[in-house]
């Protein structure tokens, strides 16, 4: 299922995972930055931790929002030097859903 959120929701309310206009400067050695606005993932997920007495003394389940279904992009940066590909290759968010992070598709940041 897709959910849409209007842009009239007050995002630091919103509780899941939706897909959402991003915009993001790509940037590549050798080439000039382009302004690229896509769909992207965001939401929040139901995540928690538990302590448990053997180890690794504590059992995690960490979901982020991320790509359930989405297609490739690609955009032609500006003022690339003769040797460099002009080729910027980027997601674009079809659908959404809570999961384990994988970094194939997805920033991953632990704590």
Not at 28 to 34: A, E, N, Q, R, S
Not at 76 to 86: A, M, T
Request: hydrophobic content about 30%; glycine content about 6%.
């Amino acid at each position: 299922a897709v959910l849409c959120v209007n842009v009239t929701t007050v995002l630091q309310g919103f509780r899941g995972c939706a897909v959402r206009e991003f915009s993001f400067v790509a940037h590549k050695p050798g080439c000039k930055g382009l302004r690229i606005t896509t769909e992207a993932c965001w939401g929040r997920c139901h995540t928690w931790e538990k302590p448990v007495p053997e180890p690794p003394y504590i059992h995690r389940h960490h979901r982020v929002c991320t790509y359930n279904r989405s297609r490739h992009m690609t955009a032609r940066l500006p003022g690339c030097q003769p040797d460099v590909s002009p080729l910027y290759h980027y997601p674009v968010a079809l659908e959404c859903h809570c999961d384990v992070c994988s970094t194939q598709d997805t920033e991953c940041e632990t704590f």
